[in-house]
Nanobody
Framework: QVQLVESGGGLVQTGDSLRLSCAIS????????MGWFRQAPGREREFVAS????????YYADSVKGRFTISRDILNNMVNLEMNSLKPEDTAVYYC??????????????????WGQGTQVTVSS
């Protein structure tokens, strides 16, 4: 099992940038990829971005492509989400998640075994 702790959320204005981090601990050798998901009030949790841990291949939802960047820090066991040009529709609780079997960009929640508690991102207009 992997333990995940998100940080970096906050209140920003439209057009601002924010960097989320996810600290990974526990059975680190057992996972193969990480993802970021988000859930806005009254909506289902949705895929944002994912990264293959060994190769560093990245995948994004169309809504964030070109604005968000996911990256991994293998030395410090962290995954980051750099968010630029933020919009009010990016407001949500952001969750990081770990999967032991990374396949097909890992866009589906059910592919992930471990989840963090989430961090709130609020973008004001």
């Amino acid at each position: 099992q992997v333990q995940l702790v998100e940080s970096g959320g906050g209140l920003v204005q439209t057009g601002d940038s924010l960097r989320l981090s996810c600290a990974i601990s526990g059975r680190i050798s057992g996972f193969s990829g990480m993802g970021w998901f988000r859930q806005a009030p009254g909506r289902e949790r949705e895929f944002v971005a994912s990264i293959n841990w060994s190769g560093g291949f990245t995948y994004y939802a169309d809504s964030v492509k070109g604005r968000f960047t996911i990256s991994r820090d293998i030395l410090n066991n962290m995954v980051n989400l750099e968010m630029n040009s933020l919009k009010p529709e990016d407001t949500a609780v952001y969750y990081c998640a770990a999967t032991s079997v990374f396949r097909s960009a890992a866009r589906v929640m059910s592919e992930y075994e471990d989840w963090g508690q989430g961090t709130q991102v609020t973008v004001s207009s």
